[in-house]
């Protein structure tokens, strides 16, 4: 599996968004380049996780404002500051499905189920396609971004765990056993 991550950014994108994060920290409106750069893949992370526009828009929002109300907390932990950005959407995600889980939806791909059968060491995913939707409908909501960010947005383990909150290791261990436990299930006979 490719490990390279479409979300990350050059160095001179990180020095430059360094030296918005500065100014913005004492002038709110200097976050404006941030939230336009970030504004619509942020939109993207939590719609496809709902498929409800308007909540969607309204988790965006929520995101953003926490981010400018927080941003003297940021450091700079060598990631993009998407990643940040991208936590906090999905603590509010987090907390939006702990008083709503009807909204709750995963977001798929056959390139992705591809990736995700060869990681459990299958070769089709026709054979088990409705027990794997079935499993993987069921998870719980961090599992189930786990998988997502993994497998069908190709994120690399250092962004899952900066997101996720969790160290690179523990990401890929959690990914691993959780694989492990899906492939038992959809592999056993009925």
Known sequence: MNTDSKYHVDTARVSEESEIILRAKSNPA????????????IYRFVYQRMDDIDTAKDI????????????????????????????????????HFRNNSKNRCL?????????LME????????????KLVDVLSQLEPENEALIEMRFFEKRSF???????????TNAKVRLYRLLDKIKLVITRVA
């Open 119 to 130: 990681e459990m060491q299958e070769d089709r995913y026709e054979p088990y396609l409705d």
């Open 60 to 95: 965006t929002q929520m995101a953003f404002i926490k981010a400018l109300e927080k941003l003297n907390t940021y450091e700079d932990r060598g990631l993009p500051f998407s990643s940040w950005l991208y936590r906090i959407a999905y603590n509010e995600l987090t907390q």
């Open 30 to 41: 200097a976050f404006e380049p941030l939230y336009n750069r970030y504004f619509e893949g």
């Open 107 to 115: 977001n798929i791909d056959d390139a992705g189920l591809d990736e």
């Open 158 to 168: 250092k962004e899952i765990a900066e997101i996720l909150d969790l160290t690179e």
